[in-house]
């Protein structure tokens, strides 16, 4: 007898727009729609130029939820000045998410390669602080995202959950958490008891999927579909559903090569390749 597969139900099932990269946020947002997308991600290039309220109000009009706006962070410099920019940044982040209705924003916290990682680690947590009551008038998370260690040089000085864990810890707010993405984590060996461990502090509030695949050709750009690498996607997911989490599942993919593809058909391969592994 063949072992049926259980299939996921799109209930839960956010997509980024920077996945369909081609594709304008409106062109993006009707799509999702009608394919039974529930949720999306927006990324600030994608609306660029467009008044964020009444993007917003489109999104929901459309039945989707806006779950998060990626990106803010980018906190470290040995140069002051950009350390100041990068306030100012974040601060432009808080209010697009504010207008947009995005609950949260994701942030990539940045590392200077010309400083020790220690120290970017420390204006992490300084830019993160500084920022804070902002995003709390303005009724906005801040989900640190660890990303890969081989982004330490320049994109994150935040490479493990428990490194995550241990900043939200120390910022102590309740407007500080996480966002657990399988492509960044999936190696760590502890990232069964530091989910578990970020859900019991109440601290994760948001989970990205897609896949590694084997080779990877671009450090950035060869992002898989779930189900296409070496990611125990659907384990992982049953970690952060037993530490508490009830929140969409985002499919956030960068891929020369399917972006390169007709969007239509890979938004078909989303939801399927979505439906059988996640
Ligand atoms: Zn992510």
């Known amino acids: 007898m063949t072992q049926a597969i259980p299939v996921q139900d799109l209930s839960r099932l956010c997509i980024h727009t920077i996945t369909t990269k081609p594709w304008s946020i409106e062109e993006a947002v009707d799509r999702y729609a009608e394919a039974g997308v529930k949720g999306i991600t927006v990324w600030r290039d994608a609306i660029e130029g467009r008044n964020a309220s009444e993007m917003g109000g489109r999104i929901r009009n459309s039945g989707l939820d806006v779950v998060s706006l990626c990106r803010g962070g980018f906190f470290p410099s040995a140069n002051q000045q950009n350390r100041l920019k990068a306030i100012d940044d974040n601060r432009q982040a808080i209010e697009l998410a504010h207008s947009l209705g995005a609950p949260l924003i994701v942030l990539v916290c940045g590392a200077d390669s010309t400083q020790p990682l220690g120290e970017s680690r420390k204006q992490i947590r300084e830019g993160i602080e500084t920022v804070l009551p902002e995003a709390e008038a303005a009724g906005v998370k801040l989900g640190i995202e660890p990303l890969h260690p081989m ?128």
């Open 151 to 278: 982004y330490a040089d320049t994109r994150s000085a935040v490479n493990t959950l428990r490194q995550a864990n241990d900043l939200c810890q120390a910022i102590d707010s309740e407007w500080v958490g996480v966002a657990l993405d399988v492509y960044h984590l999936w190696w760590d060996p502890d990232l069964e008891a530091e989910t578990s461990r970020c859900g019991d502090m109440g601290k994760l509030f948001a989970f990205h999927v897609c896949d590694w695949r084997v080779p990877t050709e671009d450090m950035l750009l060869d992002r898989g579909l779930m189900g296409e690498g070496c990611i125990p996607v659907r384990k992982i997911r049953g970690w952060v559903e037993e530490s508490g989490f009830s929140g969409y599942n985002e499919v956030e993919i960068f891929s020369n090569r399917f972006w390169e593809m007709d969007q239509a058909v890979f938004l078909d391969r989303i939801v399927k390749a979505y439906q059988e592994n996640v």
